[in-house]
């Protein structure tokens, strides 16, 4: 079982900064053994993919609407994961969810689908005023 604790969200100005972090209280496998991802909902959306970070923490992937925009990291040691995110639009307002898959073998894959993770944070939410 995993449960997962967004922190961080807030009202921003247009181009303003936030770090979101998740920590992450595992049983069974080490925190190294779950790829983690951000997702984002905005209202009358569907939930979305942000970015993906593997298990090692060398590989991550985040979608174009965010690229150059938002950083993916994780400290492994800390069981938790972080959204660096950076000249923010009035678009990026949603909640953000933080997503927790198990890989019991290969730690490298990023993973992009909802139906991939099977924990999921109760979300944080994140405002951009224009």
């Known amino acids: 079982q995993v449960q997962l604790v967004e922190s961080g969200g807030g009202l921003v100005p247009a181009g303003g900064s936030l770090r979101l972090s998740c920590v992450c209280a595992?049983?069974?496998?080490?925190?190294?053994?779950?790829?983690m991802a951000w997702f984002r909902q905005a209202p009358t959306k569907e939930r979305e993919f942000v970015a993906g970070?593997?298990?090692?923490?060398?590989?991550?992937f985040q979608a174009n609407s965010v690229k150059g925009r938002f950083t993916i990291s994780r400290d492994n040691t800390k069981n938790t994961v972080y959204l660096e995110m950076n000249s923010l639009k009035p678009e990026d307002t949603a909640v953000y969810y933080c997503a927790a898959k198990l890989v019991r073998y290969y730690t490298g894959s990023v993973y992009t689908g909802e139906s991939d993770y099977d924990y999921w944070g109760q979300g944080t939410q994140v405002t951009v005023s224009s």
């Open positions: 970070i593997a298990g090692t923490g060398i590989t991550t």
């Open positions: 595992v049983s069974g496998y080490p925190f190294s053994n779950h790829a």
